[in-house]
């Protein structure tokens, strides 16, 4: 089942939730809306859901959505066909869990039910799919915050919904069981292939677990693509701020030779420290501080020229091998850079002598592949 | 997995660490002065009551029950009860429901409203009625027989008392009850949110299913409490039905206005043995809610129980 979402406004009064946005999303494909907070990817997907409405809803000319080229924007949520899972659960609290997965088969119209034998079969058959057999006669509050969470999704999954949406799934959970869940999830939307729609605020996650991730920002999308593509040629400033980290550097001195007021992008695991004096077009840099714990080691670094901090991800065996101390002068080297000339994307690799032909006045160090 | 650490956790509870307590002496001294205080204000009052009913004997306590004016007091309390208790449950879930789980304007005014009747003194609600309905009141004039031109002859042809008798007094308590159970409510639906109501709608239940199975289980304990709360206040409340009244015994007299009509005469045996129905009712609604609680309790240890057996085997 494809979802398509079309020309989508919300305001909240004076607050613009969403502003004219389109999205689509293939069938039986697991989808990130990525974004910080108030960026409009909940709405956006409470609105697919049914549980909000566009603005100007009725007009001919307000948002609509479809579901497999079927306009649902005038549809309850409850005959969309939409397993909803929410932020913080949203259990019934009154209810076990076995009633809690059962509810979505008891209420429909009568002659559609299964019978009760039927019922408890199939809340047999999630409660082991979620992983949860036994605690059937358990009330929500009796259960950790993970398994609470997948009590939710079993409850969604009982109707056999033709798109999970999810509502940061994962986000009142702690670090490790988060990892679990996520990794569960996805080994369950591989068995399931149930078109599924998730909101997330942490990059890691939407990186990790989706298919395709929606980059929003401001009411708006930002970028639409796999997740190596989105990561590795962001289409704005915000993009690539915003998933992993970053060094944003000033790139009007001396040996980054630029003709216009620009910023450069480094990304931390992109930054070589050397040891050698040997080239003098190199970047000069003093180390501040060095963080060895881990499998990489971060080093936080001074320009020699402008006095900007950046940082470094360095192996630790690199690290090692360079044996670096806080005050030490070093020469650094970018292996990647990226650019947006007039907000678009350019990509600046070394190595490929991009950067000259994307940067007009600007002449590659010599010794190109080296340094900037 | 996370589930049996949890459910272990439920059932042992570390003993508090020794330097972690208050010194002896303060421990007893604060106990002291809360059960001292409980005592002056609660207990003895409560137990004068019955000393005071009882002093001439269980003879001259049902006596003073079985008096034709005490039945018709009973009565009339409990008429007036049976009505402004229901009106107002239904009222209090409607507004709470409303004001907790949607936006609308106006909406604190509505709360404002609900509040009234705590805010303004229980006479002058009474006074109101008196102002509006009574016979020289707004609409007092319409209400005795004659020849109205804005009511149909069903109207014109009957005299309609409002004050002084039983109508005003229902009116007046389901005046002065009103904001119980809506107050009980409202802040406990606030916090609850509409996610659970939401993910009902999503699962495909129709808005009277979500009520039925979501929203009323969930306030269930809430509305219980609130309705305790209304019943308690409508059968002893003395202000406002006091003035809508007219104390005409027998006839527009209530528990409470009997108990001072008694007190008044003198008669503090049958004052009070009177008034101990009252007590009783306020005593017994504290028992039953303790064990609405109590019970509740167990059905839920009961369940975490019988999963900690699953585990062991």
């Not at chain 1, 915000?238 to 000033?250: K, P, Q, S």
């Not at chain 2, 104390?247 to 001072?260: A, K, S």
Request: aromatic share 8%; charged share 20%.
């Amino acid at each position: 089942m494809s979802i398509e979402a079309r020309n989508i406004s919300k305001h909240f009064g004076a607050f613009t939730a969403l502003d004219g946005v389109d999205l689509k999303v293939g069938t039986g494909r697991l989808t990130a809306l990525l974004g910080p907070s108030g960026s409009g990817k909940t709405t956006l997907l409470r609105i697919i859901a049914g549980l909000e409405f566009p603005d100007a809803r009725g007009d001919p000319t307000a948002g609509r959505v479809f579901f497999h080229g079927e306009d649902v924007s005038d549809m309850a949520a409850g005959r969309r066909g939409v397993g909803f899972v929410f932020q913080h659960y949203a259990l019934f609290r009154h209810m076990t869990v076995f009633d809690n997965i059962a509810f979505g088969l008891t209420v429909g119209p009568r002659k559609n039910r299964l019978p009760r034998a039927a019922i408890a079969d199939r809340v047999r058959e999630l409660l082991g799919l979620i992983q949860l057999d036994g605690l059937g006669r358990r009330l929500p509050d009796q259960l950790s915050g993970g398994q609470r969470q997948r009590v939710a999704l079993a409850r969604a999954l009982a109707v056999q919904p033709k798109v999970l949406l999810l509502d940061e799934p994962f986000g009142a959970l702690d670090a490790q069981v988060r990892k679990d869940l996520r990794r569960w999830l996805r080994q369950l939307h591989e068995k399931l292939h149930v078109t599924t729609v998730f909101v997330t605020h942490d990059q890691e996650e939407a990186l990790e677990l989706a298919d395709e991730v929606v980059v929003m920002n401001q009411a708006r999308i930002q970028q639409v693509g796999p997740p190596q593509e989105v990561y590795d040629r962001p289409a704005s400033p915000f993009v690539i701020e915003f998933l992993g980290n970053v060094n944003r550097l000033a790139a009007g001195d001396g040996r980054l030779r630029p003709t216009d007021q620009s910023v450069l992008y480094v990304r931390p695991h992109d930054v070589d420290i050397q040891r050698d004096h040997a080239d003098d077009h190199a970047l000069r840099a003093r180390i501040l501080h060095v963080f060895s714990a881990g499998n990489y080691g971060r080093v936080s670094l001074q320009r020699a020229d402008n006095g900007e901090h950046f940082e470094a991800e360095v192996a630790r065996d690199r690290l090692h091998d360079l044996g670096l101390k806080q005050g030490d002068e070093v020469s650094v080297v970018f292996r990647h850079v990226r650019m947006f000339p007039q907000g678009k994307f350019a990509e600046a690799d070394v190595s490929d002598g991009l950067l000259a032909t994307t940067r007009p006045g600007y002449t590659p160090a010599h010794g190109a592949g080296e340094n900037i | 997995m996370a589930g049996n650490v949890s459910t272990l956790a439920y059932v042992a509870q570390p003993r508090q660490r020794r330097s972690l307590r208050d010194p002896r002496w303060v421990r007893g001294a604060l106990i002291g002065a809360a059960l001292l205080f409980v005592t002056l204000f609660l207990v003895v009052p409560l137990a004068v009551v019955f000393t005071e009913a009882l002093r001439k004997g269980p003879g001259a306590y049902f006596a003073a029950l079985a008096d034709r004016d005490a039945l018709a007091a009973i009565r009339l309390t409990l008429l007036a009860a049976s009505i402004a208790v229901p009106l107002n449950l239904i009222f209090g879930l409607a507004a709470s429901w409303a004001i907790a789980k949607f936006e609308f304007r106006g909406k604190a005014l509505l709360i404002a409203l609900i509040e009234l009747p705590f805010a303004v003194s229980p006479v002058i609600s009474g006074l109101v009625y008196v102002l509006l309905f009574g016979a020289q009141g707004w609409f007092g004039p319409y209400l005795g027989a004659g020849d109205h031109r804005w009511l149909g002859p069903w109207a014109n042809a009957h005299d309609i008392q409002i004050i002084f008798a039983v109508p005003g007094i229902v009116l007046a308590t389901v005046f002065v009850t009103f904001p119980f159970v809506a107050r009980e409510l409202i802040p406990l639906m606030q916090a609850q949110g509409r996610d659970e109501e939401l993910a009902a709608l999503t699962l495909g239940a129709t808005g009277w299913q979500t009520f039925r199975r979501v929203t009323l289980p969930n306030v269930k304990w809430g509305l219980f409490y609130g309705v305790v709360l209304c019943n308690a206040r409508a059968m002893g409340e003395f202000g406002a039905v006091s003035v809508v009244s007219g104390h005409i015994r027998g006839e527009t007299n209530t528990i409470p206005l009997h108990v001072e009509i008694l007190y008044n005469e003198y008669n503090l045996q049958a004052a009070f043995a009177v008034a101990s129905l009252l007590t009783l009712l306020a005593l017994v609604t504290l028992v039953l809610k303790n064990l609405v609680e109590l019970r509740h309790r167990r059905a839920r240890e009961a369940a975490a129980a019988s999963d900690l057996r699953q585990f062991a085997t």
